[in-house]
């Protein structure tokens, strides 16, 4: 094995490519391919796949499923059988036991945190079935690939649009985190604390865990505004958590004293997008589902025969007042 090492490291180098849009990839074709261990049937064959779901309370994650039930429509060799772990992650690790027991050819999962999923992941990817890993990660590398967005990047770009367009003077910030021992929720949370260091007179005054949820992050609101006379921005991890401050701040008369952003803008009636062209949200960046594109990579493994990227990062862009209407009707035609 050790002669294999430098024409592998060598392969893995040449290998890295950037794609246009703003989407970059690392090909990692070296790595362990859990595909290769099956042999392919191609266009030929019929196939199950299972999709392990963290939480569907939340908008994102049920769009998500949508999306990937509406891409796999378009592949006829495909089945995909859904799981909702509803945030428990003990759920989540029995539900893809059960995919694997079911024999499943390829597994997608959004795990709802790290650590808990890490070892039923590497078990499904030891046993030969192809492991996509949707928007949060696992530790460890025993997967197929991981699809997402660049979480640290959007909570830095939603840092600089406070520091330097809502509160260029400076002010108060309340953070409303999402759940934690979720990747992105770190992530998220960092990439804020580097995108307003650039402006001192900011101050993060205090935090909350909302666990992604609308009336969660509303609870978390309520107390935070009584103990907090003075607040500026509310930066939530997700657009639900936003609207339910939003709704929180209404309802005793404050909602005028801040601005609220958040993160997803999702395309639906219920949306981010939405929430900022009717003004309760003042900003919002996109997280895309990544739902087509799993589906795109099942596509490249079972019924191509290739290989996928070992990671593909989705990019985010802001949504405001002065793009909202126009992105919503893009994204969504059929209103």
Known sequence: MRRLQLPLAAAAAAALLV???GTTNERTSDQPSAQSSKECKGADGKY???MSQANKAEPYRQRMDDDIAAAAKEVPQFEVKF???AQDNAKQVADVDNYITQQIDLL???PNEAKPLTAVVKKAFDKGIPVIVLDRKVEGDAYTGFIGGDNVQIGTEAGKYVAEKVLPSGGNVVE???LAGATPQAERNQGFAAGIAANPKIKVIATASGDWLREKGQAQMDALLKANPKIDVVYAHNDPMAEGAYL?????GREKEMKFIGIDALPIPSGGIK???QGRLTATFTYPTNGKEAIAAAKKLLVDCSTIDRAQTLPTRLIDKSNAAQIYTQENPTG
């Open 48 to 50: 199950v796949i299972g």
């Open 248 to 252: 929180a701040a209404k309802a005793v």
């Open 83 to 85: 799981a909702d772990a």
């Open 176 to 178: 409303l985190k999402g």
């Open 275 to 277: 929430a900022v062209e």
């Open 108 to 110: 997608i999962i959004s």
């Open 19 to 21: 794609a246009g849009c």
